[in-house]
């Protein structure tokens, strides 16, 4: 396969048990090497299409570099990075963008950076070796294409700080191959190179890979190995899927949006997909300590958020029935493993206190229904059916929640901060929970907490809207919920 001679690339296929075995996350080393083929495949049909719009003079010097330089060339064609350039400068060529201004010119620097008989010498690699398994992928702090993953890439890191990477990566990759070593071998053949960017102050930490880079992770810093370990495996099935769906529709409609367990806006169905995908490794990985509380609650709450995600899939195409069918037999025993039953009360509860606080930022009340709301309340009447829209958030959401904070916290051990009411909650304490819930009144009340501990099967959002139309006289919280219950 050459630069000028792209159609000669045979067609990719996968079988029915390499799908289903894909689904259920333990692809074997064929089929990855079968995905990786086709990273390559996508981008040099993307560099077909550059040439197609910029004039085939383009890859005039890169085709050269081929001829002396075959392997280094292809190398650098191959990397992920690579594959965010190329379909950047194809959509800014499509858009009309002159050659220059696409950025046409990279594939000349990149010509040039093929004759270099050696890689550069301030390319950084990120190496472990545990009981005979080994993984090298670069630690890319200094290329500029690094931005285009989506988060802000730190500055080229110091010596220090490489070498914090380097000893969180050793420990982690001990983890990774000695609770899930079968993960392990998957992510020593996807996994290309490790972007560091900045952190976020709003989350614990951030990842990211693109549709794009197959075998790329974006990733702040990680707080500890198991941090890493378990950000690693998220970000790869992310990169896994995307190369699937490079193959495969898996969606009739894959821009539906809906609820999503892992975020705080609508996520469309595609985004859905990805998260039960990716979280079935973590889960996973979770899994193979059971006698860690901390470890237990994330294995309790992913794997009923990983199944309940995949079951409300809808539109499914042939490919995608096999794929998640898969994932779901792979999930659907673990919801059957026992978990100490306080645990699984925060995990529980976690889960559910994320879809109320999600509801009562994403889905408004028509201000007419929530009109007919306070009138009926008045006059004592019973609540007339009301309708609630999902209302698109300006900007991605991560999950932030100060009850899952005390809860982790108090999993671990440690000292304990917060509201009244949170306190209580996590304490197990559901009634004192519920007379400090229902003390707070006004634009303060805390509905998610209140339903979280009253037992209430209300729709947050109708309760939130029945006590803003009610205004000054509202009732206490508690009896507008017994009220629309």
Do not use: K
């Amino acid at each position: 396969m050459t630069v000028t001679g792209i159609g000669a690339a045979r067609p990719h296929r996968l079988s029915d048990a390499a799908l289903v075995a894909l689904g259920a996350g333990r692809p074997g080393p064929d089929v990855l090497d079968e995905l990786r083929r086709v990273r390559m495949s996508r981008h040099l049909l993307l560099l077909r299409q550059i040439a197609a719009l910029a004039g085939t003079a383009c890859l005039g010097e890169l085709a050269a570099a081929e001829t002396t330089h075959p392997a280094r060339t292809r190398a650098l064609l191959d990397r992920p990075l690579f594959g965010v350039w190329a379909a950047g400068c194809l959509t800014a060529l499509r858009d009309g963008a002159s050659p220059e201004t696409a950025g046409v010119g990279y594939l000349t620097e990149l010509a040039a950076r093929a004759r270099i008989p050696r890689p550069r010498q301030a390319e950084r690699l990120l190496t472990a070796a545990h009981d005979g398994l080994s993984i090298s992928v670069r630690l890319e702090d200094s290329d500029p294409l690094r931005a285009r993953l989506g988060l802000t890439p730190t500055p080229p890191l110091s010596q220090a700080a490489a070498a914090r990477w380097q000893a969180t990566f050793t420990e982690a990759w001990r983890l990774l191959v000695e609770r899930v070593r079968p993960d392990a071998e998957v992510l020593s053949r996807v996994l290309d190179c490790v972007v560091p960017v900045e952190t976020d102050p709003a989350a614990r930490g951030i990842s990211a890979t693109s549709v794009h880079a197959y075998g790329a992770v974006a990733m702040s810093e990680p707080a500890d190995p198991a941090a890493l370990a378990v950000g690693l495996l998220h970000e790869a099935q992310h990169s896994i899927l995307n190369a699937v769906l490079y193959l495969f529709d898996l969606l009739e409609a894959p821009d539906t949006p809906g609820y999503s367990p892992w975020r705080d806006d609508p996520r469309p169905a595609s985004g859905i997909l990805h998260g039960a995908y990716a979280y079935l490794t973590v889960t996973r990985f979770w899994r193979t300590r059971p006698q860690d509380r901390p470890a237990r609650f994330e294995f309790a709450r992913w794997r009923a958020a990983v199944a309940a995600a995949a079951e409300g899939l809808t539109g499914l195409t042939p490919a995608g029935e096999r794929f998640v069918g898969a994932l779901l037999d792979e999930v659907r025993p673990w919801l059957a493993e026992p978990v100490d039953p306080d645990v699984l009360r925060l995990a529980e509860g976690a889960n559910r206190d994320h879809h109320l606080r999600w509801r009562l930022r994403n889905l408004r009340v028509d201000p007419a229904d929530a009109a007919a709301l306070a009138r009926a309340w008045r006059r004592g009447e019973l609540p007339p059916p009301v309708t609630a829209r999902l209302h698109r958030a300006p900007r991605r959401a991560l999950e932030a929640s100060a009850r899952l904070d005390l809860a982790h916290r108090l999993l671990r051990g440690l000292p304990l901060d917060g509201s009244a009411g949170d306190l209580a909650y996590v304490r197990g304490d559901h009634e004192a929970a519920l007379r400090a819930y229902s003390e707070i009144r006004g634009d303060r009340t805390d509905w998610a907490g209140l339903l979280l501990v009253s037992g209430g099967r209300v729709a947050p959002e109708v309760a939130a809207a029945t006590g803003a139309a009610l205004g000054a006289d509202r009732p206490e919280p508690l009896a507008i919920v017994n009220w629309l219950s």
